[in-house]
């Protein structure tokens, strides 16, 4: 058994009925299931239905409430917070979203942060809810503490992620999804596979020195901030507008996704959202933004660079692939969803 | 001659003669003297008066309007859009972060961007006017395209900058203050001197490939993005969030401080303020971010590391100390500052 492309629509199905069996109600479980498989067609799979078996370890273990119906604690003109009582990451944060946007509709600017959340899945999936709308969206999260402040060596910050989405005219939307850590654990465990040094950049070893070493790092190591101190200072930033802000879990009161999957994992979000018009027309905004898309774009390459981007086009360029051709799933990954779907009765589409 | 230490408040009273000379308008000479002075009090001498000749250059020569007066394009709740005149970004950045506190003062969050304006000196000095209020203020700006999206090698963005403030309780406020670039050129210059080589991550030689020679840097070089291209995304969402949101320059179109004096420079910039009890009671906040903050401090410390900071620590200490030692000016900066001072007839304190 080998890779295989699976259609987007057929894996939704087969997610959707998964959450249905674990208990999400039927709006819930498509939103869910929709957040995984948008990470999917943009080639995000660490954010994909690789998730899937943790979500329902949690969904079955109790640390993510299926009963759950996130509530607004406080409101005003432009902010608000919500209390996404332990329940999906996902369901919580669009609640924000959908205010934040409702808010920025009438006042120009919004901000809406939550607390009792979890794993929300790809921040981009709600950073980009308000693009259609004429609206710049963000949407930023915590996570549990994997990363050390810069000359720590202790796990104090999650790989906090922030997501921006920003509307084009005539060119994509450009989209900024990006963690605060300076590498994916699985690239890592690549090198540790084909024996490669890592950069010095990447990770820190178990003594909290930097180190070039893949074993090194796996050994009880951590990931380094992205761009050293600012990367750190942006993280705990983050940690703040979310955690702190909210009420809610910041720093070490957060706990990762795999851990004490019957305990809720106190992860906070901020969501905000900026109305367009409330400071130009719309349609000078996105003639704008596709002026400065080809300022990036035409840049004179550096020698054997093909092709400069924007962020969010290597993204949106996947999307219309994998939306024809289907996601990619490794033999690992449909074997682990085959097992989850036959324990919960529902067929895999693979 | 060598490095002396001059009161800060001789310091100011020099500057602001020297603005009123110039033609500013007294509240402006001294909001620009106080903004020059508040940087290198935080020991940000890169943004103190080492700024005074050219400001001073640029006001006579008309790339600095010292008639323009700040104006409200449009405005609504939580967003309004300045148009900077061509004056002193100082003026202009401080009309937008005090409106954009005052309207988040009503509605919990605001956001007021700024066209038509000139270099601004330390975000962190917009960014800290709602600490005393209870609020977390935000300041950005673009500036002139010394910095190419990865890939390229040519200037299209510049070391774009954001400061954001957070009040804390007992601990001085959390204030990250960074721009996107990976160092300051001063850093490069320095290696040069000490026939040193520089990490790979800090700059470009002329044809774009990533260099450990400070002289092939200096050579027609560029800084690079800093944490490679997640620093050049964030580059280009300041420059969108303010030179394209606001209607002013962005990219190419914005110029250096140090580029055709007799032409006003496009700069803009975008203020942001957020009332904490807008979300929770504001004792609860300073609280946990005086949590935080211990909770970093108290990390367990990498090898050779003495001590763990938060964001403006460093900053708040030098304030400290320079507030009763002085500021220290080299030689060469003594020099130049008295010959501004002779031709405008304002005696130097030094």
Chains 1, 2 share one sequence.
């Not at 906090?160 to 963690?179: E, F, Q």
């Not at 996947?318 to 449909?334: D, F, K, M, Y």
Request: with cysteine.
């Amino acid at each position: 058994m080998s890779e295989t492309k699976v259609p987007a629509a057929e894996l939704a199905t087969f997610c959707l009925g998964c959450f249905g069996r674990l208990g999400l109600a039927p709006e819930e479980a498509r939103l869910t299931a929709d957040n995984l498989l948008f990470a999917n067609l943009r080639g995000v799979d660490s954010h994909g239905v690789i998730r899937l078996p943790i979500y329902a370890q949690r969904l079955r273990a109790g640390g993510f409430n299926s009963k759950a119906r996130p509530q607004v604690v406080c409101e005003h003109e432009s902010a608000a917070l919500i209390d996404g009582q332990h329940g999906m990451g996902q369901v919580a944060a669009m609640v924000a979203m959908e205010l934040a946007i409702a808010k920025a509709g009438k006042t120009g600017v919004a901000v809406v942060s939550v607390k009792n959340s979890n794993h929300f899945g790809a921040s981009a999936y709600y950073a980009m809810r308000g693009l259609e709308r004429g609206m710049i969206g963000l949407a930023a999260t915590n996570a549990g503490p994997t990363m050390a402040p810069t000359g720590g060596r202790e796990g104090r910050l999650g790989n906090n992620a922030l997501a921006v989405a920003v509307p084009a005219g005539s060119h994509p939307p450009i989209v900024l999804d990006m963690a605060t850590g300076a590498v994916a654990w699985g690239k890592i465990f690549l090198a540790q596979q084909e024996k490669r040094k890592i950069p010095p950049t990447w990770a820190l070893d178990k003594n909290g020195s930097p180190t070039d070493d893949p074993n090194a790092a796996a050994d009880q190591g951590l990931i380094q901030p992205f761009g050293g101190y600012k990367g750190y200072g942006l993280s705990l930033l983050i940690d703040i507008l979310a955690g702190v802000l909210s009420g809610g879990g910041f720093s070490t009161h957060v706990r990762t996704l795999y851990q004490k999957v019957e305990t809720p994992s106190q992860v906070a979000h901020t969501c905000a959202a900026l109305r367009i018009d409330a400071f130009l027309p719309l349609a000078d905004f996105h003639q704008r933004v596709d002026e400065i898309i080809g300022l990036m774009r035409s840049c004179s390459r550096a020698p054997g660079v093909e092709r400069i981007f924007v962020p969010g086009e290597i993204e949106h360029e996947t999307q219309r692939r994998r939306s024809v051709e289907g996601i990619p799933l490794n033999a690992a990954l449909q074997e682990e969803l085959r097992v989850l779907g036959a324990e919960l009765g529902v067929k895999a589409p693979f």
